[in-house]
């Protein structure tokens, strides 16, 4: 694949926050994306920025969790804007609730949307990688893999997340393929709102209490972890594989 060739991103859960300002920043480097989200009209608005811009932008509505949903998307992404060698694994949803509480349901739709949905477009986009000798994966864990109050099955996934990426690194890396995570501390997007809703705070006195708590004394935003998630699919990362990046204002125990 020539360098000139305007390579093809797919950022899954794009439709807003992380996802949507990483499809952005990713069209900014010079990528035609995809933007991925359960429901392709509320992908527009994500469209809209990137081509308003002069980017090149797809809306894709896809259910990561479903293996024909996810081929036929991504062969959609492959005929409409070229072989898909960058994806961004954002997809993801809360169920959160102390254990004694989760319901099966609850553990299985975070499981199935996080980890069986990276499962799923990871395998459906590495043939293309394989086939131009170069890819990046990017997947998205979250500070919450080392643990967290209520969130035993986001945390389980996350972590999971992480022995994910750095298998893909071992498996892939032969083929000019790269495999690594980022993991976002606390960043302001509507998944935080909600969890402020759930334990009963508004969202400005919860966003300032996890300041506090922060090093550099400041939410993160999405620009912040879609920064990370351009360098770890730039050309110059080439070298950089398997690792776990926290984007979390300083260090976590």
């Not at 060739?5 to 950022?11: G, H, L, N």
């Not at 506090?212 to 990362?237: E, K, L, M």
């Not at 690792?243 to 979390?248: G, I, P």
Request: net charge negative; charged share 20%; hydrophobic share 45%.
């Amino acid at each position: 694949m020539s360098t000139n060739e305007q390579r093809v991103a797919i950022v899954t859960g794009a439709a807003r926050g992380i996802g949507a300002a990483t499809a952005v920043r990713l069209a900014e480097e010079g990528r035609a994306v995809a933007v991925l989200d359960l429901d392709e009209a509320s992908c527009a608005d994500t469209v809209k920025k990137i081509t308003a811009a002069g980017g090149k932008a797809i809306a894709v509505g896809c259910d990561v969790s479903d293996a024909g949903q996810v081929e036929a998307a991504v062969g959609r992404v492959a005929e409409e804007l070229g072989a898909p060698t960058i994806l961004v694994n954002n997809a993801g949803v809360l169920r959160d609730n102390l254990l004694f509480k989760m319901s099966e349901s609850d553990w299985d739709t975070v499981m199935n949307v996080h980890l069986r949905g990276a499962f799923l477009m990871s395998r459906a986009c590495q043939k293309h990688m394989v086939d131009a000798g170069f890819g990046r994966i990017v997947n998205l864990s979250s500070s919450s893999a080392l643990g967290n109050r209520g969130q035993v099955n986001y945390s389980a996934a996350k972590a999971g997340m992480q022995g994910f990426t750095k298998t893909l690194a071992i498996e892939l890396g032969k083929f000019g393929v790269t495999a690594n995570a980022v993991a976002p501390g606390f960043i302001a997007t509507d998944m935080t709102a909600a969890t402020a809703e759930r334990v009963g705070m508004g969202f400005d006195d919860f966003q300032k209490a996890a300041a506090s708590q922060i090093p550099v004394q400041r939410v993160g935003q999405p620009a912040d972890i879609a920064n990370a998630v351009a360098f770890f699919t730039g050309d110059a990362a080439g070298f950089v594989s398997g690792q776990v990046m926290y984007v979390a204002g300083g260090p976590l125990n």
